[in-house]
């Protein structure tokens, strides 16, 4: 029959503190998961390790259709056809955005990435285009 030795104290304490750090590892990623569900935006695993542009940083020059993304509220929503433009605005400027959601709110954070474009629009040789971006 084999024998079973007692825990010593703190053999017992050891094990307990072990399953005590899991325990509380588990319990902050619950919460960090229930709280990115509520929220919407407390945690958004599609943009970790994306490097987020600032909107004044973006050009119609240089490569053409480049890809970037962009972190800032929703202040405008044109619905088009098939489509939706929103107006992104972060500390550094704003750009319109067309995508195919129509779910997004006003005011609402949001982080998107698109292709530049420029739509170049000239009257009297003077040049009114503008840059936007086009969902992927």
Known sequence: M????????????TNLSNLGFIYQV????LLLMIGSCAR??????HTLGTNITPIAKIKP??????TVYIQGKIEKHAPLI????YQIADSTGRIWVVINQNKLQLEQEVVIGGKIK???IKLNEQEYGEVYLEEE
Do not use: C, D, V, Y
Not at 40 to 45: D, T, V
Not at 61 to 66: F, H, L, R, S
């Open 40 to 45: 919407g935006n407390l945690i958004n695993f």
């Open 26 to 29: 588990l319990t902050w990623a």
């Open 118 to 120: 420029h739509k170049s």
């Open 61 to 66: 020059m240089g490569q053409p259709e480049t």
């Open 2 to 13: 084999p024998q079973f030795s007692p825990l010593t104290n703190s053999r017992l304490l």
């Open 82 to 85: 098939g489509q939706h433009a």
